[in-house]
């Protein structure tokens, strides 16, 4: 499947890392915070049930919520304490979108709770169980549930069965992001074992571990651990650092020179991807017995005076961190993620969830754009670096044109839904315009015009089922009245019946004569 | 004469023949495809929002379209479609875009409602009014709002003896968090002053 040599995606950035800094030691605990705040929803995922309320002690481990949709997630308590609050709270996505949060505060103990004495899976239904027990979701970014991945595929021997490839994503290609890259020096034992479970889960029959050519030391560390656990069927490759070659689709094209064609995943292709971190954390689940209640998050950017990876608990607040790594007054912006598709946090007491990969303080020398958007000038530099081989001007000649070219539908006939948001577009852009912006903002839009769309859809099913059945109605006490009023147009059947009538009253008035 | 017949009464007779079959070809056609129901006014109801809540003084979504068609009613009466929904039927009919007339009501955020149950008397009163069967319960029993499937049209507020019916945000704003279109300069001039 995969080729000898490698392929590449169409566009793409070559970007300054400024992963040095931060990469440079190895991950430190961040220790137990003040207070978590753990969101329940995460990303793309349907938000649990809490099966906690407020005021109840928790032990290290504990289940606080349990998924009812499939494609829900397990959370679990990332220490013991109190939980002091379970309400709405800004949280760790795009635009700090209040969401159900949990807020415990630790008794400092860190007491476990009873490990359940879950015996090693044997078979994948067991695997996969384990894992959506552990409350494992896409560590890379997206969020997505993990145990949902491995749902699409088939039973051992049936038709459907295909050959399958477990692609391990380790290219964080974006600029300051580097806890992947120390997650796989610090832990290759791990992620080797962790991928081996995920390739029993996949029923795949090789596993590639994709890392950038510019990280030293990870290729020489990961390949010592394969070879030590003498498993021939994991392979470590290197691919060329151009962003966003970690996303998902561009990895594919990069490694088996695929397409993952519009509004499919990576099944289409007999592909599995997973992040570097997911695997860590399916070891945890499956050897450890450790749901996943920690992540590696790096602190970065120009106003940290010691940028640094942390092993932090989820919902460990962003405040607790920057003062970890000595953040300097003068952050201008807070960015969860990188410097192209993160996104600004306007607090931080927000706690980091399991998709937080980065915190970036960037003082205003940064951040401050050199001049202002101004109007599109259709040169054409957004085409040549998209990755997705959108038309990223022609998008926004429709999202953002003039009243005549505005046309949301055009723009998703155009695939603003296959847009990444990975930025490169809003980088090379002449008059600065940030595209991205208008992408999400056509994104929601849309959604948002579907869903009132299928409303009205059902609405008008419901009304028009009511107008039937009060015609029915109407129309059966008609037919009653009718065939009466029939009956007594006839002048013999009129007569016997009121002498049925007659009887009827003066049997009655003779029994209560009786009486 | 003879001669003429000779010459001209096959063709002639060929298409006669060739008239009949086709006239009963485009009989038989347009029975077996007939299209039920006048399909512009379809178009129409198909752009309006479905709430069902007589606002544009029509009983209902349907029979406003057929007035749009017929042309009794201008195409402004429908607060809920707003000036979005008014600018869809203008492209649809090729008639000029109007505003909103604003006796028939203001555009409004997305809402429905809700019963206050403890207040609830059963009287079953908002249950017949309701346009798409939302609301359920039994006489003499509390009755509540299946809040998926209210439209918001409010007829069920004024209909209610105990005024114990609210209003609320529509539960779409948990479902999608609607952004705002970011703004754009359109001149040099305003760029270079930043």
């Not at chain 1, 530099?381 to 005549?404: A, F, M, R, S, T």
């Not at chain 1, 949301?408 to 948001?421: G, M, P, S, Y």
């Not at chain 1, 980088?427 to 579907?450: G, M, Q």
Request: some cysteine.
């Amino acid at each position: 499947m995969v080729n000898e040599t490698l392929s590449h995606f169409h566009g793409g950035l070559v970007l300054r890392h400024h992963k040095k800094a931060s990469c440079e030691q190895p991950s430190k605990p961040a220790g137990l915070p003040d207070y978590l705040v753990i969101a329940l929803k995460t990303n793309r995922g349907i938000c649990p049930v809490p099966t906690i309320s407020v005021g109840e002690s928790v032990l290290k481990g504990q289940v606080i919520a349990k998924p009812e949709h499939p494609m829900g997630c397990y959370s679990h308590a990332p220490t013991s304490g109190i939980v002091t609050a379970l309400d709405h709270n800004p949280t760790a996505s795009q635009d700090a979108i209040s969401a159900l949060c949990v807020t415990i505060q630790p008794d400092g103990k860190d007491q476990w709770v009873e490990p359940a004495d879950q015996k090693k899976p044997n078979t994948r239904e067991q695997i996969v169980e384990q894992i959506k027990q552990a409350g494992i979701i896409g560590l890379g970014g997206a969020g997505f549930p993990t145990h949902a991945k491995y749902l699409q595929v088939p039973d051992n021997n049936t038709a459907l069965s295909r050959e399958t490839t477990l692609i391990i994503n380790g290219a964080e290609c974006e600029p300051y992001i580097s806890c992947d890259e120390r997650l796989m020096l610090d832990h290759p034992h791990e992620i080797i074992k962790g991928t081996e479970w995920l390739l029993k889960a996949a029923d795949a029959n090789k596993a590639i571990i994709a890392i950038e050519d510019n990280i030293g030391g990870v290729k020489k560390r990961l390949s010592a651990e394969i070879k030590k656990q003498k498993i021939p069927n994991i392979s470590v490759v290197k691919v060329p650092t151009i962003y966003p070659t970690g996303g998902e689709k561009q990895l594919i094209k990069v490694l088996t020179g695929q397409e993952v064609t519009s509004g499919q995943t990576p099944y289409s292709l007999g592909i599995i991807m997973q992040n570097v971190a997911t695997a860590k954390a399916v070891y945890d689940a499956i050897e450890l017995q450790q749901p996943l209640i920690n992540r590696v998050v790096t602190v970065t950017g120009e106003s940290i005076a010691e940028p640094q990876n942390y092993l932090a608990l989820i919902g460990t607040p962003f405040s607790h961190l920057l003062k970890l790594a000595q953040c300097k007054d003068d952050v201008d912006k807070l960015i969860i993620g990188g410097p192209m598709m993160g996104y600004a946090m306007p607090s931080a007491d927000i706690g980091i969830d399991k998709t937080t990969n980065c915190l970036l303080a960037l003082p205003e020398v940064c951040t401050k754009p050199e001049i202002e958007s101004m109007p599109c000038i259709r040169c054409g530099d957004c085409v040549k670096v998209c990755p997705q081989e959108l038309l990223p001007q022609q998008l926004l000649w429709y999202i953002d044109g003039n009243e005549q070219t505005n046309d949301l539908e055009k723009a998703r006939e155009h695939h603003v839904f296959d847009c990444i948001e990975c930025g490169a577009c809003s980088w090379v852009c002449p008059s600065h315009i940030n595209l991205v912006d208008f992408y999400r903002f056509a994104k929601s839009e849309l959604t948002y015009l579907d869903i009132k769309k299928a409303k009205s859809e059902l609405a008008k099913q419901r009304h028009d089922d009511r107008l039937a059945r009060l015609d029915f109605i109407k129309a059966e006490r008609q037919a009653k009245r009718r065939s009466k009023t029939s009956k007594l147009a006839d002048k013999s059947s009129a007569k016997a019946e009121i002498s049925a009538v007659l009887a009827r009253i003066k049997k009655q008035s003779e029994e209560k004569a009786d009486e | 004469m003879l001669n003429c017949i000779e010459q001209w009464g096959l063709p002639l007779a060929g298409m006669v023949a060739l008239a009949t079959v086709f006239g009963f070809l485009i009989v038989w056609v347009s029975k077996k495809f007939k299209v039920e129901g006048n399909p512009i006014v379809e178009q129409v109801n198909a752009i309006l929002p479905q709430t069902q809540c007589g606002q544009c003084n029509f009983p209902g979504c349907k029979p406003y379209a057929e007035a749009i068609v017929s042309g009794e009613a201008p195409i402004n009466q429908c607060p809920p479609g707003g000036q979005e929904g008014i600018k869809k039927l203008a492209e649809l009919l090729d008639v000029e875009i109007l505003e909103l007339n604003p006796e028939n009501g203001v555009e409004e955020i997305d809402q429905v409602v809700e019963i206050v149950e403890p207040d609830c008397i059963g009287c079953t009163k908002c249950i017949q009014v309701c346009p798409v069967d939302a609301i359920v319960g039994a006489a003499k029993q509390m009755h509540t709002v299946i809040l998926d499937e209210c439209t918001g049209c409010d007829l069920c507020i004024p209909a209610c003896p105990v005024d114990c019916i609210i209003k609320i945000p529509a539960p779409i704003a948990n479902q999608i968090h609607r952004k705002q279109k970011p703004a754009l300069l359109k001149t040099i001039q305003e760029a270079q002053s930043w």
